[in-house]
């Protein structure tokens, strides 16, 4: 059997780990913007991404204080603008006309690196009810596990 036309879509991912770091340290209305960490990352940038990648090796991971605060709420908080964007590009992307051109679904990269393995698992939903964040790494070891939906 063969399809008429082809099957394009996509799936709008990113890691889920660092959301809401990577916000903090590039967006300039961020609180953490001129904070001396953020000045240094944007200053080298691939130093300061294996410094904050570095959480995803850890048996216990956990958001890097200077930047995310004593809880991590800070970076949590700070992963709903760009998550907001992953939904927002996923379904600006998907051609919802009677054409049906184009299909893209929302999802993330849930990625841990225990003893530098990595396991990158891209999680796509077949809808838009998604939780209010991506789970990460973090989260689901035991540090301020999410799980409400949208």
């Known amino acids: 059997m063969q399809i008429e036309r082809p099957l394009d879509f996509i799936a709008v991912t990113d890691h889920s780990e660092l959301l809401g770091e990577r916000e903090l340290r590039i967006n300039p209305d961020s609180p953490e913007y001129t904070n001396k960490f953020c ?14 990648a570095s ?33 927002q590009a996923a379904e600006d992307a998907y051609d919802r006309s009677a054409e049906c051109s184009f299909t ?4 993330y990269e849930y990625t841990v690196t225990p003893g530098t393995s990595s396991y990158h698992r891209n999680v ?4 838009n009810s998604v939780p209010l964040l991506p789970v990460s790494y973090i989260e689901a070891n035991g540090n301020h596990a999410m799980g409400a939906t949208q």
């Open 39 to 52: 000045v240094a990352y944007r200053e080298a940038e691939f130093r300061g991404t294996l410094m904050l």
């Open 55 to 87: 959480v995803l090796s850890m048996k216990v991971p956990q958001r890097i204080e200077m930047l995310c605060g004593t809880d991590g709420s800070l970076c949590r908080d700070s992963a709903q603008l760009p998550w907001q964007m992953i939904l």
């Open 104 to 107: 893209s679904f929302i999802g």
């Open 124 to 127: 796509i939903f077949r809808n």
